[in-house]
């Protein structure tokens, strides 16, 4: 029975532990400049030294037009390795264990987690996308599509923070969890369509890479941001569904189990 | 109605065998101490006691209410303070706090109320407003202790809350723990140290590879072994022979002999006594004593005694 008291303070606890994580910006500066700098150089350093090279055989579009959704891509999903790391750290530190013995949900310490992890993805997604237009991007598909893309990397950035919170959970070492991370983050990144075409790879690689998540989801963002048409957006909303439902039930086992 | 009541525990982690059907009354009010050395499964008692963790078998309540069925009943009337002092860097000593606070659902006020009241107790008014990365580690454990009392619990436990501290700290915090149940919480703290246990706590149980094995005040398990420890040093190690025999029936148990340091150390019942009659003992023999002094038994020689070896 979900009364209403017991509704508001689930909500508290989320948005106290929500508050909590992101005091870690505050308090220390240098960390959201540098975890922002990291990929705007990115976002440079793709565009300058690869846009050259790499001919879109998508039409007429300049390659920045090509890029900067698969960078946002790059974005939420290398962002959502502090959902981990985050995790870990906490569980190293005895604080997941002062958590578990308060009267709060078991679901609140991840919800808290994750919700923090959105909105620094959303500060930093904006930022990307200011510094795309400046290089020269332009949104082709109108207002709506365009909020509608930045709504749809959101989406997967917190649907893989949730894959990141499950993987944070049974590494448990702050700094294992990293390495751990980009074991499955560089391919499901760099064999997907999000900076060269997939029709360019070896076939074999071609069937992996044209239906995994982030070329599913960056041709969907692409769609939007630059056509603004909506193809591929169900198969990328599909996706989505399926990893939250799959990792949070995951993550919240996890966090259950931990002793 | 007992604050705390174990009925056959037990819980193991793979092959290995935690805790092993233990059974444990703590009546309410005052400070009970889990005494072992590392490993001997005190804090896997106390995760199962806070709901951190579930027995295999065996059942456990906790002012009355059973920490599996009941797990969120228990998490609202107790306190809980882990081995790592779980305080967050990033935030201040009052921040930490209030936020423990909210999650307690005591409210805005009312948890910045309390904080207040808890960093002047635990004289950290001076550096509420400093993060949690620039506190000492003796302010940090007394930061996470007050974390664990914020809401007045009625029983509160305490894992190690001395690890790692100087003396100083440690006196400190033993001086707070004492002023917490003042009002009549039950405490229940785990440590290594036997002296911390003697200085703080009624009623002490001692827990060794996952059984309880003994209980009592720390003068009843001092008796067990026999009041002091009596030990010396002869000048050459060719006398340690005569003087263990001249003086092997002043001793209430076997004599421990280590014939590198030339050192023969014994219980004794009564210390005084025995001290004056070892050095007639010595001197009649012609034996040279290069040192001699009377002590507290360690928790090392409480274990022998009672488990027939050392602890690790």
Known sequence: MLDWNSLVNGITDVLMLTSRNLKRYVRIPQLLVFSSIQPVMFLLLFNYVFGGAIRVSTGSHSYIEFLLPGILMQVAMFGSTATSVGLADDLSKGMVDRFRSLPIARSAVLAGRTTADLLRNFFVVVLMVVVGMVLGFRFQGGFFHALAALALVLLFAYSFSWISATIGLHVRDPETVQIASFIWIFP????????????????????????????????????????????????????????LVVFIFLAVRAYKRIS | MDAIKVSGVSKSFGDVEALKKVVLSIPQGGIYALLGPNGAGKTTLIKIMTTLLKPDSGSVKVGGLDVVSQAVQVRKIIGFAGQFAAIDDHLTGRENLEMVGRLYHLGRRKARLRADEILRQLDL????????????????????????????????????????????????????????????????????????????????????????????????????????????????????????????????????????????????????DALAQLVRRLDASGINIADIHLRRPTLNEVFLALTGRESE
Do not use: C
């Open chain 1, 188 to 243: 499901l990144v760099f064999a997907s369509g999000a900076f060269v075409p997939v029709a360019t790879m070896p076939s074999w690689l071609q069937d992996f890479a044209a239906n995994q998540p982030v070329t599913v989801t960056v041709d969907a963002l692409r769609s939007l941001m630059i056509s603004g048409q909506t193809y591929h957006v169900g198969r990328a909303l599909l996706w989505m569904a399926g990893i």
């Open chain 2, 125 to 272: 008014a001076g550096a509420a407003d400093r993060t949690g990365r620039t506190y000492s580690g003796g302010m940090r454990r007394r930061l996470d202790l007050g974390a664990s009392f914020i809401t007045s619990p009625s029983i509160l436990f305490l894992d190690e809350p001395t690890t790692g501290l100087d003396p100083r700290g440690r006196a400190d915090l033993w001086d707070v723990i004492r002023e917490l149940v003042v009002g009549g919480t039950t405490l229940l703290l785990t440590t290594q140290n036997l002296e911390e246990a003697e200085e703080l706590a009624k009623q002490i149980a001692i827990i060794d590879r996952g059984r309880l094995i003994a209980e009592g005040t720390a003068s009843e398990l001092k008796e067990r072994i026999g009041g002091s420890i009596l030990e010396f040093r002869v000048q050459s190690g060719e006398q340690l022979e005569r003087a263990r025999d001249a003086t092997r029936d002043l001793f209430s148990g076997n004599q421990a002999i280590d014939p590198q340091l030339g050192r023969i150390s014994g219980s004794v019942a009564s210390s005084t």
